[in-house]
């Protein structure tokens, strides 16, 4: 039975220490092609602690540190929402 390496707990640590501040994972669906303008847009928010284009379900998926729930639904609705090229999204929440 393989036990667990000293370099792979410190992977896991780092792992664990970069979700630190994320609250929530928001993945989007965005309209073909325009995936980097979204992302550029997303960055700019303080809100936003990560984006990535990704292959799955979702078009990007986008870290997020908000903490209370309805700045979180304002920042959906009011702001992700209404970004030029955004479909859809689907919000799960992370907590310790």
Not at 5 to 25: G, M, P, R
Not at 37 to 42: D, F, N, R, T
């Amino acid at each position: 039975m393989k036990g667990v390496t000293h370099s792979e707990v410190t992977e896991l640590s780092f792992v664990a220490k970069c979700f630190e501040d994320v609250h929530e994972i928001l993945g989007i669906k965005v309209e073909p092609g325009s995936e980097s303008a979204v992302i550029k847009e997303l960055e700019d928010f303080p809100e936003v602690a990560a984006v990535y284009k990704s292959l799955g379900d979702y078009d990007i998926i986008a870290l997020l540190s908000i903490e209370d729930s309805q700045k979180l639904t304002e920042f959906i609705v009011e702001r992700v929402r209404r970004m030029k090229g955004v479909v859809d999204s689907k919000t799960t929440l992370i907590r310790k």
